[in-house]
């Protein structure tokens, strides 16, 4: 039950009654009225029970664009329902409109058009949608909470997509799919050509070059066919915000746009995100369907706010992958965390795989690094030159080990991983 | 000394309320304006003191003089604190004295009414008046001090010009005897009604002691109230201590008409309903877990406030130096472990640098390697070049950086570097690695 502004307002005009005829009888009588109109309204006011709700429309919607999405309510009562109906979703959801004047004749069914703006990615829910179904005098009106339970999954956005055309338009000059001068690099023998000036001379084939009586040359290309396993670190260091978004959200980014260049290239890429446990998967996925796959086991990503277990992690990854792969771990390089956790287990993990590390520097270190002025801000510029040096020097101490590391701001992380990857398929290091 | 421990981003308190007084200016202001207004107006306002007209009083505002020439001549003259007793001692051949008729109620006006004599209203209010003497209105008030009599009126004649001081003025219908006008609006008016005369006097002042030797204010006293052998004074008391029945001994429920009591009940009982349709929300609140987001740089930020904090110039100084080391070691041409490298360890990598950085840059060899290896002159582990002489203290172009070389304040303690004496020493060598940096990447 819920009461309406009408009756206050009525209420209030009764309040002055008195002023005009001084009688306690005429007041009671008056508000005897109003009780009344209450009652009758509550007898009369349209039934909410025999609501039916269904739902239509997106169900999945990339993070910063607009889902069209539609409530269908159906009147199966004997009576008009005269309402207002509020859809409530997870605020995050950014449903429009939150609130809707409903009138629907007996046996008949209306379409409430919705659109949703969502500002997190993740899942959002329909947590139910109430109805105040107004009587006749609009005194009083009947008030229910009904569920029409729904999901908007709310996929990662993707920003660095716009790096592709570029770094595809390389990955074909590598592959020599593209006219170029130089044919091709890589391990894998394709061919034998003449010799043209600007080729590399290591390149030669003498033995072809003696029976041919010609220069010949040898060309390669890239190998196909690799596998890549990117491992998502969602611990308590993917939850620190650089600008306004956390780093797991550039982590994955920078994944994204990995997997659609490596789908292209003809590798096979995995997905893994763990910090205690598997966070989510995405194994065998079919070429075409990698992308969609792989932002589908993403979009429910949340940091944990727990310390990474990096001796489960290796395990989780040494007893999926087999054959010789690159494996690609998106984290932070943290000093503290990798002395103690994955420092000690690389040696393991580089014998039987080629290891890659992503890290997303903050901004904000070098900002503090160059500020000057007042001493305030020259002890800043110290703290952040002494992280500096920490992450020089734990990368010093990767590379020794012989993994290759990528550090860079989450603007440039997604195009150095994909340029880093380009680069190991150029080397053949594959 | 820097006593400050708040960084550029957070606001400073005296920033904090400097905010919230041009926020909150307008407001202070328009709240100053109307308590100007109001002392202004309570100050233009004439304040009339309790004993003001009473014939006991012998301040200036009281009324002791006349009452005692009136005795001297042989006027009997009674005080009257209470208009029933007025009433009761009122009768023919008796003046009665009304004066401060803002205490009057009602009732006292009723009695008043049924009083016989002549009547003396001193300043009547509107009530007064229509109580005492229908037919005359108020009219504005005149603050035109002095006023001749014109009019036939002897008494007012016989005394001649007033001074009246702030006084005011009355509409009297027509045919009643009306002196001392102001534009038209007379300050006294006299006239005949219900078997008795009437007077009403619009200033209290010619009445007063202080004001009743001026013009011919004592004449016109003497001649209104003094124009019966028997005179009772009325001057209402302020407080009463109420015998039954009076208007003080009521509560204020006891005043209101029944309509008004009926309208608050009417208001109570309408905040029910409005309070049940502005309470009653439309679903319940929905809620939403959020992830935790912390900035990254918060411990960076955590451990510049713990330099701070403990004045560690010492560590500040190795980060800032290794730092630039890194920066510029790679831009010499040089292999980058050649930047790890320090004065105790690899002397001659240290030497090298220190000479090519000199090279490329304006500052001398000392400066170099106190600036980025913190080395003082006639350190054991670095020998300075001959043409350098060290210890001649010759003042570089830096000049902060060469004072205090020159003071001998690096004094060699932490494994990169001496440590600046101060937080000025500090800023300079920050300049002075940036100085470096900039002329070497220049070069």
Same mark, same amino acid.
Not at chain 1, 418 to 430: E, I, S, V
Not at chain 2, 186 to 215: C, F, I, K, M, W
Not at chain 2, 261 to 275: H, M, N, Y
Not at chain 2, 404 to 409: D, T
């Given at each position: 039950?819920?009461?309406?502004?009408?009756?206050?307002?009525?209420?209030?005009?009764?309040?002055?009654?008195?002023?005009?005829?001084?009688?306690?009888?005429?007041?009671?009588?008056?508000?005897?009225?109003?009780?009344?109109?209450?009652?009758?309204?509550?007898?009369?006011?349209?039934?909410?029970?025999?609501?039916?709700?269904?739902?239509?429309?997106?169900?999945?919607?990339?993070?910063?664009?607009?889902?069209?999405?539609?409530?269908?309510?159906?009147?199966?009562?004997?009576?008009?329902?005269?309402?207002?109906?509020?859809?409530?979703?997870?605020?995050?959801?950014?449903?429009?409109?939150?609130?809707?004047?409903?009138?629907?004749?007996?046996?008949?069914?209306?379409?409430?058009?919705?659109?949703?703006?969502?500002?997190?990615?993740?899942?959002?829910?329909?947590?139910?949608?109430?109805?105040?179904?107004?009587?006749?005098?609009?005194?009083?009106?009947?008030?229910?909470?009904?569920?029409?339970?729904?999901?908007?999954?709310?996929?990662?956005?993707?920003?660095?997509?716009?790096?592709?055309?570029?770094?595809?338009?390389?990955?074909?000059?590598?592959?020599?799919?593209?006219?170029?001068?130089?044919?091709?690099?890589?391990?894998?023998?394709?061919?034998?050509?003449?010799?043209?000036?600007?080729?590399?001379?290591?390149?030669?084939?003498?033995? /072809?070059?003696?029976?041919?009586?010609?220069?010949?040359?040898?060309?390669?290309?890239?190998?196909?066919?690799?596998?890549?396993?990117?491992?998502?670190?969602?611990?308590?260091?993917?939850? %620190?915000?650089?600008?306004?978004?956390?780093?797991?959200?550039?982590?994955?980014?920078?994944?994204?746009?990995?997997?659609?260049?490596?789908?292209?290239?003809?590798?096979?890429?995995?997905?893994?995100?763990?910090?205690?446990?598997?966070?989510?998967?995405?194994?065998?996925?079919?070429?075409?369907?990698?992308?969609? #796959?792989?932002? #589908?086991?993403?979009?429910?990503?949340?940091?944990?706010?727990?310390?990474?277990?990096?001796?489960?992690?290796?395990?989780?990854?040494?007893?999926?992958?087999?054959?010789?792969?690159?494996?690609?771990?998106?984290?932070?390089?943290?000093?503290?965390?990798?002395?103690?956790?994955?420092?000690?287990?690389?040696? +393991?993990?580089?014998?039987?795989?080629?290891?890659?590390?992503?890290?997303?520097?903050?901004?904000?270190?070098?900002?503090?690094?160059?500020?000057?002025?007042?001493?305030?801000?020259?002890?800043?510029?110290?703290?952040?030159?002494?992280?500096?040096?920490?992450?020089?020097?734990?990368?010093?101490?990767?590379?020794?080990?012989?993994?290759?590391?990528?550090?860079?701001?989450?603007?440039?992380?997604?195009?150095?991983?994909?340029?880093?990857?380009?680069?190991?398929?150029?080397?053949?290091?594959? | 000394?820097?006593?400050?421990?708040?960084?550029?981003?957070?606001?400073?308190?005296?920033?904090?309320?400097?905010?919230?007084?041009?926020?909150?200016?307008?407001?202070?202001?328009?709240?100053?304006?109307?308590?100007?207004?109001?002392?202004?107006?309570?100050?233009?306002?004439?304040?009339?003191?309790?004993?003001?007209?009473?014939?006991?009083?012998?301040?200036?505002?009281?009324?002791?003089?006349?009452?005692?020439?009136?005795?001297?001549?042989?006027?009997?003259?009674?005080?009257?604190?209470?208009?029933?007793?007025?009433?009761?001692?009122?009768?023919?051949?008796?003046?009665?004295?009304?004066?401060?008729?803002?205490?009057?109620?009602?009732?006292?006006?009723?009695?008043?009414?049924?009083?016989?004599?002549?009547?003396?209203?001193?300043?009547?209010?509107?009530?007064?008046?229509?109580?005492?003497?229908? =037919?005359?209105?108020?009219?504005?008030?005149?603050?035109?001090?002095?006023?001749?009599?014109?009019?036939?009126?002897?008494?007012?004649?016989?005394?001649?010009?007033?001074?009246?001081?702030?006084?005011?003025?009355?509409?009297?219908?027509?045919?009643?005897?009306?002196?001392?006008?102001?534009?038209?609006?007379?300050?006294?008016?006299?006239?005949?009604?219900? +078997?008795?005369?009437?007077?009403?006097?619009?200033?209290?002042?010619?009445?007063?002691?202080?004001?009743?030797?001026?013009? =011919?204010?004592?004449?016109?006293?003497?001649?209104?109230?003094?124009?019966?052998?028997?005179?009772?004074?009325?001057?209402?008391?302020?407080?009463?201590?109420?015998?039954?029945?009076?208007?003080?001994?009521?509560?204020?429920?006891?005043?209101?008409?029944?309509?008004?009591?009926?309208?608050?009940?009417?208001?109570?009982?309408?905040?029910?309903?409005?309070?049940?349709?502005? %309470?009653?929300?439309?679903?319940?609140?929905?809620? #939403?877990?959020?992830?935790?987001?912390?900035?990254?740089?918060?411990?960076?930020?955590?451990?510049?406030?713990?330099?701070?904090?403990?004045?560690?110039?010492?560590?500040?100084?190795?980060?800032?130096?290794?730092?630039?080391?890194?920066?510029?070691?790679?831009?010499?041409?040089?292999?980058?472990?050649?930047?790890?490298?320090?004065?105790?360890?690899?002397?001659?990598?240290?030497?090298?640098?220190?000479?090519?950085?000199?090279?490329?840059?304006?500052?001398? #060899?000392?400066?170099?390697?106190? /600036?980025?290896?913190?080395?003082?002159?006639?350190?054991?582990?670095?020998?300075?070049?001959? =043409?350098?002489?060290? /210890?001649?203290?010759?003042?570089?172009?830096?000049?902060?950086?060469?004072?205090?070389?020159?003071?001998?304040?690096?004094?060699?303690?932490?494994?990169?570097?001496?440590?600046?004496?101060?937080?000025? +020493?500090?800023?300079?060598?920050?300049?002075?690695?940036?100085?470096?940096?900039?002329?070497?990447?220049?070069?």
């Amino acid at each position: 039950m819920a009461l309406t502004g009408r009756l206050g307002l009525l209420a209030l005009v009764v309040a002055f009654v008195p002023l005009l005829v001084p009688s306690g009888a005429v007041l009671l009588g008056l508000w005897g009225l109003l009780l009344l109109g209450v009652v009758i309204d509550l007898c009369l006011a349209g039934n909410v029970r025999k609501l039916r709700f269904h739902r239509e429309g997106d169900t999945r919607v990339r993070l910063g664009e607009t889902a069209k999405a539609a409530l269908i309510v159906e009147n199966t009562g004997g009576r008009r329902v005269k309402a207002i109906l509020r859809d409530a979703w997870q605020p995050s959801a950014g449903v429009s409109p939150r609130r809707t004047r409903i009138n629907i004749p007996a046996g008949e069914r209306r379409r409430i058009d919705q659109t949703f703006t969502p500002t997190r990615r993740g899942d959002r829910k329909a947590v139910t949608v109430v109805v105040r179904s107004v009587g006749p005098l609009g005194l009083a009106a009947r008030q229910l909470s009904r569920s029409a339970p729904r999901t908007l999954r709310v996929l990662p956005a993707f920003p660095s997509r716009r790096h592709l055309p570029s770094r595809l338009a390389r990955l074909r000059e590598l592959t020599g799919l593209q006219a170029t001068m130089i044919r091709g690099q890589g391990t894998e023998f394709d061919s034998l050509r003449e010799y043209v000036v600007g080729d590399d001379v290591r390149s030669i084939d003498w033995r /072809a070059t003696a029976r041919r009586g010609d220069v010949v040359v040898r060309t390669w290309r890239p190998e196909r066919d690799r596998r890549l396993y990117l491992v998502l670190d969602t611990g308590r260091t993917s939850a %620190g915000r650089l600008g306004d978004i956390p780093r797991l959200d550039c982590s994955m980014d920078a994944a994204l746009l990995l997997a659609a260049l490596a789908s292209r290239a003809g590798d096979r890429v995995d997905l893994l995100a763990y910090d205690r446990t598997v966070r989510a998967r995405c194994e065998n996925a079919s070429r075409t369907g990698l992308l969609s #796959e792989m932002v #589908e086991a993403m979009a429910p990503l949340e940091p944990a706010l727990v310390e990474s277990d990096a001796a489960g992690m290796v395990s989780a990854v040494m007893s999926r992958v087999r054959r010789r792969s690159l494996i690609v771990l998106l984290t932070e390089l943290n000093p503290a965390a990798f002395e103690e956790g994955l420092l000690p287990l690389l040696p +393991g993990l580089t014998a039987r795989h080629l290891v890659l590390i992503a890290a997303v520097s903050d901004p904000a270190v070098d900002e503090m690094a160059a500020a000057r002025g007042d001493i305030a801000a020259v002890y800043d510029a110290a703290a952040a030159e002494r992280a500096r040096a920490d992450r020089r020097r734990l990368t010093a101490e990767l590379r020794s080990f012989g993994v290759e590391v990528v550090d860079a701001p989450p603007d440039r992380i997604a195009p150095a991983l994909a340029d880093a990857y380009l680069a190991l398929k150029a080397a053949g290091r594959l | 000394m820097v006593t400050a421990v708040g960084t550029t981003a957070e606001p400073t308190a005296r920033q904090v309320a400097g905010r919230r007084w041009r926020s909150a200016r307008g407001i202070v202001l328009v709240l100053l304006c109307v308590v100007a207004v109001g002392v202004a107006l309570a100050a233009l306002k004439p304040s009339r003191h309790p004993d003001d007209l009473d014939p006991g009083s012998p301040r200036p505002g009281g009324t002791r003089a006349l009452v005692e020439i009136l005795k001297g001549r042989g006027v009997g003259v009674a005080v009257s604190r209470d208009a029933a007793d007025a009433a009761s001692k009122a009768g023919a051949g008796t003046m009665l004295v009304v004066t401060r008729t803002e205490r009057l109620t009602s009732s006292d006006l009723d009695r008043l009414r049924g009083s016989s004599g002549d009547l003396l209203l001193v300043e009547p209010g509107r009530e007064t008046l229509a109580a005492l003497a229908p =037919g005359v209105e108020q009219d504005s008030p005149t603050f035109v001090i002095k006023a001749d009599p014109e009019c036939g009126l002897p008494a007012a004649t016989l005394a001649g010009t007033i001074a009246f001081g702030e006084s005011e003025t009355y509409t009297a219908p027509p045919g009643v005897t009306s002196c001392y006008r102001q534009s038209g609006s007379p300050r006294l008016v006299q006239y005949q009604t219900g +078997g008795r005369t009437v007077t009403v006097l619009g200033a209290s002042r010619p009445l007063t002691n202080g004001h009743l030797t001026d013009e =011919g204010n004592a004449a016109l006293a003497m001649n209104l109230v003094g124009a019966r052998s028997q005179v009772v004074w009325l001057i209402p008391d302020a407080h009463r201590d109420g015998s039954g029945g009076q208007a003080g001994d009521r509560t204020l429920s006891d005043l209101l008409p029944p309509g008004v009591k009926l309208f608050f009940l009417g208001l109570v009982v309408a905040v029910v309903p409005i309070a049940l349709w502005r %309470g009653r929300r439309l679903g319940p609140v929905v809620t #939403e877990v959020l992830p935790v987001v912390v900035r990254s740089a918060e411990t960076v930020t955590g451990r510049a406030r713990l330099y701070r904090a403990h004045r560690a110039r010492g560590r500040a100084a190795d980060a800032l130096r290794a730092g630039a080391r890194d920066r510029i070691v790679p831009l010499l041409g040089l292999p980058r472990t050649v930047a790890q490298a320090l004065p105790a360890q690899d002397p001659g990598a240290v030497r090298e640098v220190v000479a090519a950085v000199a090279a490329r840059s304006d500052h001398d #060899e000392r400066t170099v390697a106190m /600036a980025l290896y913190g080395l003082a002159p006639g350190e054991a582990s670095y020998h300075w070049p001959s =043409g350098q002489p060290g /210890a001649s203290g010759q003042p570089g172009p830096y000049g902060q950086a060469g004072a205090f070389a020159q003071a001998g304040e690096f004094a060699p303690t932490g494994p990169g570097g001496a440590e600046p004496a101060d937080d000025a +020493g500090l800023l300079a060598l920050a300049d002075l690695l940036d100085d470096l940096e900039r002329q070497v990447r220049q070069s």
